[in-house]
């Protein structure tokens, strides 16, 4: 029987298993997992046994007891139907069978020759050596040896196709010719999937399957479809299928398809190409009315679809939304609903749409707005909740939502209500409407005043001394009391110091006294001296509650009790300086009130914090040394703003700053500049990260040109080279910049001129006086290279005219611009590695000029071979800016056997590129 395609089979598994998992769902509302269906062997059929250990999952004890007990004759027959049809875990466990039974597997080779090629597929899970056999073999074992290959992956043998070795390469290079045409042979449903109308599991895995799994031989003929939209699939695949970027030309071809999975996919690739295209609109309008599935993440992009198609996506999304009703546990973290943008997730379509439609754009989110002011009762819920999930900070919004809010807060509808004020208080965060924050405060006011309880709903961990946790607030009441102390609404000061109850019967876990503990301790910055020695009194007693046996947590008692530290009179603090290992352990929950304190009282939570302590230790080096950078860091993870403002008042140095800085702190260009003084050896070993962070820091052009000569001036090595290079990237106005760094280099030690050079021949500006830099460098033997180099690229010096053992590395070092000629005479013996530093890219330096670039392309051709680093060098070249650098690049591609190497295939993509010439040339290619 012939076997299935290798996808097919993984598709009729899966299919299997939704089955089985389909005839155990649980009853609603009951979330259970499905365990895998049961191992359960077959007796007297090895191929259905095999089938259920995978199915099953089977541990690995269980396959080796399974695969180590039959014949090997009849395992490898069992196996050979079976080829392709255990991906995963159950292939592995295969090979891995096959290898602990290698003499056996060997045995059966040699004993039954005539079974070799029925029995191909079985053997190829197992490594016999086959070049080396097929080398030494009989003409009769060279052709069972190429019925194996043929189920291999070719890119197994690529590390043989690469070296000199007369004796490996002809057989490495007959048998991935036959594993490649072995996996073309085998690929029809590849390209069956390619030219797909509807996105299917084999078109999912086909972009999304490793190469380890995957040869890109088996699509590399959907390259040669009628069809170009199946062509452009089909280099979509093979670009993905070697972790390479995709090309515009090949993105912008794929930019209308009609899967949209397929489309996001290449949005992903190349942003640009993402989005909602005009044309496209009547499509999602007629899915609307239809109520059928919608492209979410392209709703989101609209930039290509005009004002008026805009509108009537808005319109056609805001109609017949029906009811959503919102409830308090939808607001489990106070800023966010658990929702996301995709119905399958949680959100209800309503939502979604309303969502999708605030955000199309401004005129939108204004129309959701009069939507939501008058809609009958049972749209409001979808209405404010989609117009919750798109509002977003700086949208000039918040006047308007704010009006909108305001009687919503007194719905009838109680969730709705508390949903509402959530809006409000995620609104109050950036700026203040006196008119929704007394709101929210009367709602406030009136819940402390009622009977109704307040507190946090709260959650049995279920398992002994472990303390509970808490949840949302547990009904309107506490959430209203709760919106309105984040609000900081000083009149709920007096009523919650009232609400503190005595010690006496009352548990460390009680939820209504960690609830007024908390909203207490939000507004300790309402709090006046008097207010707050009333809070302390009455919490002090509550500080004790907590139970044996539970250590180092943080209780809500104990956490007000420590911020209260900023706001009592001077005669409480004594108080705290009894439990300072205490206020330690919370000193995390204070510090947003840092500020509020003064420095004897900071100093009881920050011993390590003094700014003059800190100084000193800094100062005295080693251990103390350590210790302050150290400080310094906890302090950049917490108060970032005070470290910088510390540095620009003097009282902290620099360099302590500096080499404190952690790595996710993220600082501007400006910022970067006031940890550094010119004449700063820096911050020792974190020099380098402090460089890489002047390299990507964000700055405007004004503030780069500004600020860079403020790095170039640097003593730290790295950070002059990397404000060189990002003033180079400025062009002409960075050139002084960059001239400021060589000079100043060229004028220093030994390692400082060399490194002056080095950085005039990667940006090519010349140093002021190239003569004399050339004629210091070359008094230091290992330097001579760097001046010879100089001397070519900036002197005159022709590169024939310097003698033929230092040729080579001049030409190379001096990045000067040589015709094809002119490289080959140079680089004679050498070429084969060294047009891989003329061509430059990634992992490979700096990139060559476009002169360069056609002239090593062109000598790349001719080779006989290519290592990986010249088969990368030659690929990232078909994304080079300039038409003639990516046409020589598709040229070189196709001088490749493209039976040997997949690579050769890209070239075909040329037909997608921009320019005419280049695909011009693509239309020459071989069908």
């Known amino acids: 029987m012939k076997p299935l395609p290798l996808l097919l089979r993984v598709q009729l598994t899966v299919t299997l298993?939704?089955?089985?998992?389909?005839?155990?769902?649980?009853?609603?509302?009951?979330?259970?997992?499905?365990?895998?269906?049961?191992?359960?062997?077959?007796?007297?059929d090895l191929r259905a046994t095999i089938l259920s250990a995978n199915r099953a999952m089977a541990s690995a004890p269980q396959w080796g007891a399974l695969l180590s007990a039959p014949p090997i004759a009849d395992l490898l027959d069992a196996l050979v139907p079976l080829r392709g049809a255990l991906p995963g875990y159950g292939e592995q466990q295969v090979r891995r069978a096959l290898a602990a039974r290698r003499d056996d597997v060997e045995k059966a080779w040699r004993d039954e020759p005539r079974m070799r090629q029925e029995r191909a597929a079985a053997f190829a899970l197992c490594d016999l050596g086959w070049p080396t056999r097929f080398a030494a073999g009989d003409e009769a074992e060279r052709q069972d040896v190429l019925a194996v290959a043929a189920w291999l992956l070719p890119e197994a043998f690529e590390s043989a196709l690469r070296i000199d070795d007369v004796g490996v390469r002809p057989a490495a290079e007959r048998l991935a010719s036959a594993a490649a045409e072995g996996q073309r042979a085998r690929g029809q449903h590849f390209r069956d999937a390619l030219a797909a109308v509807d996105w299917n599991l084999e078109l999912h895995l086909l972009l999304n399957i490793a190469r380890e799994q995957l040869s890109a031989f088996a699509i590399v003929d959907g390259l040669l479809a009628a069809d170009p939209r199946a062509r452009a699939r089909a280099m979509l695949a093979l670009r993905r299928l070697r972790s390479l970027p995709l090309p515009d030309g090949v993105a912008a071809a794929l930019s209308t398809e009609p899967i949209e999975p397929l489309r996001a996919l290449v949005g992903v690739m190349s942003p640009e190409h993402a989005g909602l295209q005009d044309g496209e609109v009547d499509a999602v309008l007629a899915a609307i009315r239809a109520g059928g599935p919608l492209p979410w993440l392209r709703l989101l992009d609209v930039r290509r679809v005009s004002p008026e198609r805009r509108r009537q996506l808005a319109e056609a999304l805001l109609t017949d939304l029906g009811e959503v009703h919102l409830y308090p546990s939808m607001l489990q973290r106070d800023r966010a609903l658990a929702f996301e943008l995709f119905p399958n997730l949680g959100l209800p379509r309503p939502v979604a749409q309303v969502a999708a439609a605030a955000s199309i754009g401004r005129e939108q989110f204004d129309l959701v707005l009069q939507r939501l002011a008058a809609a009958a009762p049972?749209?409001?819920?979808?209405?404010?909740?989609?117009?919750?999930?798109a509002y977003g900070p700086g949208l000039d919004r918040d006047d308007a939502c704010a009006k909108v809010l305001v009687p919503l807060l007194d719905e009838r509808d109680a969730d709705l209500a508390v949903f509402a004020g959530v809006f409000a208080g995620l609104l109050l965060e950036h700026s203040r409407f006196p008119q929704l924050a007394?709101?929210?405060?009367?709602?406030?006011?009136?819940?402390?005043?009622?009977?109704e309880p307040l507190g946090f709903e709260m959650h049995d961990p279920g398992f002994i001394m472990a303390p509970p946790s808490m949840g949302a607030p547990a009904n309107p009441a506490s959430w209203w009391v709760w919106l309105a102390a984040k609000a900081q609404d000083e009149r709920l000061l007096e009523p919650l110091i009232a609400r503190l109850p005595d010690a006496d019967g009352i548990t460390a876990w009680d939820g209504r006294m960690w609830f007024t503990c908390r909203c207490l301790s939000m507004l300790v910055p309402k709090m006046d001296g008097a207010a707050a020695r009333r809070a302390h009194d009455k919490v002090v007693p509550l500080t004790r509650?907590?139970?044996?046996?539970?250590?180092g947590e943080s209780l809500p008692p104990q956490v007000l009790w420590a911020r209260l530290l900023a706001a009592v009179p001077d005669e409480v603090v004594e108080s705290y300086a009894t439990a300072t290992e205490l206020l330690q352990s919370l000193r995390h929950d204070?510090?947003?009130?840092?500020?509020?304190?003064?420095?004897?009282?900071?100093?009881?939570?920050?011993?390590?914090?003094?700014?003059?302590?800190?100084?000193?230790?800094?100062?005295?080096?080693?251990?103390?040394?350590?210790?302050?950078?150290?400080?310094?860091?906890?302090?950049?993870?917490?108060?970032?703003?005070?470290?910088?403002?510390?540095?620009?008042?003097?009282?902290?140095?620099?360099?302590?700053?500096?080499?404190a800085l952690p790595d996710t702190v993220p600082l501007d260009l400006a910022q970067l500049a006031g940890l550094l003084s010119e004449d700063d050896a820096l911050i020792g070993d974190k020099a380098d990260a402090f460089a890489r962070r002047v390299a990507r820091a964000a700055a405007?052009?004004?503030?780069?040109?500004?600020?860079?000569?403020?790095?170039?001036?640097?003593?730290?090595?790295?950070?002059?080279r990397a404000a060189a290079l990002r003033a180079h990237r400025l062009g002409d106005p960075g050139v002084p910049i960059v001239a400021s760094v060589i000079d100043r280099w060229a004028a220093g030690d030994v390692q400082l001129i060399a490194w002056a050079a080095s950085l005039a021949l990667d940006l090519g500006v010349p140093p002021g006086d190239v003569q004399a830099l050339a004629a210091r460098i070359q008094r230091e033997a290992e330097f001579t290279n760097q001046a010879t180099s100089l001397l070519v690229r900036f002197g005159g010096l022709a590169i024939l005219d310097?003698?033929?053992?230092?040729?080579?590395?001049?030409?190379?070092?001096?990045?000067?611009?040589?015709?094809?000629?002119?490289?080959?005479?140079?680089?004679?013996?050498?070429?084969?590695?060294?047009?891989?530093?003329?061509?430059?890219?990634?992992?490979?330096?700096?990139?060559?000029?476009t002169a360069n670039a056609l002239a090593a392309l062109e000598l790349v051709?001719?080779?006989?071979?290519?290592?990986?680093?010249?088969?990368?060098?030659?690929?990232?070249?078909?994304?080079?800016?300039?038409?003639?650098?990516?046409?020589?690049a598709y040229r070189a591609l196709h001088s490749r056997d493209r039976n040997l190497w997949a690579c050769a295939w890209l070239a075909y993509e040329a037909e997608f590129d921009a320019d005419p010439d280049v695909r011009a040339y693509a239309a020459k290619l071989p069908r």
């Open 17 to 44: 298993l939704a089955g089985a998992a389909a005839a155990q769902q649980p009853a609603p509302g009951r979330p259970v997992l499905v365990p895998p269906p049961a191992f359960a062997p077959v007796e007297g």
């Open 378 to 389: 049972k749209e409001r819920g979808a209405l404010l909740a989609g117009l919750y999930k």
């Open 438 to 451: 007394q709101r929210l405060g009367d709602r406030a006011l009136a819940a402390l005043a009622g009977d």
């Open 545 to 551: 509650l907590q139970q044996r046996g539970i250590r």
């Open 590 to 659: 204070l510090g947003d009130l840092e500020e509020r304190m003064a420095a004897a009282r900071a100093r009881l939570v920050w011993p390590e914090r003094d700014p003059l302590a800190l100084t000193g230790a800094w100062s005295e080096g080693g251990e103390p040394r350590n210790k302050a950078v150290a400080a310094v860091y906890g302090w950049w993870m917490d108060r970032p703003g005070h470290v910088l403002r510390l540095v620009a008042e003097g009282a902290l140095p620099k360099a302590l700053a500096a080499s």
């Open 700 to 720: 405007s052009r004004v503030q780069e040109l500004e600020l860079l000569p403020h790095f170039a001036a640097s003593r730290a090595v790295s950070v002059a």
């Open 802 to 849: 310097v003698p033929d053992a230092d040729r080579r590395n001049a030409a190379l070092g001096s990045r000067a611009d040589f015709d094809a000629a002119t490289w080959r005479s140079v680089l004679g013996a050498a070429m084969p590695w060294a047009l891989r530093g003329v061509l430059g890219g990634p992992n490979l330096g700096p990139e060559g000029s």
């Open 861 to 888: 051709a001719e080779l006989p071979r290519w290592d990986n680093f010249t088969e990368g060098a030659v690929i990232h070249r078909t994304l080079d800016p300039d038409p003639r650098v990516r046409l020589a």
